[in-house]
């Protein structure tokens, strides 16, 4: 489980910021405006972030970003790299897959742009550039 203090910094590719249509699998039909925000493996294992598999405690994080463009949003630990593995490989965010699209376009988000993930607690996120 995360505690505060626990950051890690991601490198965006196309994919993260336009999920919605940039994507590889046709396992449903393309929507504009959907991102997210990688997990890494070591990242994950490292500091426990899990998904709805894992049973024992919530996927979902509160998140704020550090410019006050959101405060006390929520974000939700998903995918998996095999099938039933309860380590995250995403944040999204929850019940809103095009929740984190305003903010990467207000920082102006772009291949290669940096985000930091910050855990505050085990359930709060900063997320900053």
Known sequence: MP?????????LR??????????KTNTRGRVKGESYLPIPIVYARKFSITNLHEKVRSNIY????????YTNQELKASGCRK?????????HGNNNLKL???WY???G???????T?????????????
């Open 3 to 11: 505690k505060a203090g626990d950051k890690f910094t991601v490198t």
């Open 14 to 23: 196309n994919n993260h910021i336009g999920w919605g249509t940039v994507r």
């Open 62 to 69: 509160t998140f704020s970003t550090k410019d006050g463009f």
């Open 83 to 91: 099938k039933g593995d309860k380590l995250a490989k995403n944040l």
């Open 100 to 102: 984190l699209t305003p």
């Open 105 to 107: 376009t207000h920082i």
């Open 109 to 115: 988000a772009k291949k290669g742009t940096q985000i």
């Open 117 to 129: 993930i910050e855990f505050l607690s085990p359930t709060e996120i900063l997320l900053y550039v």
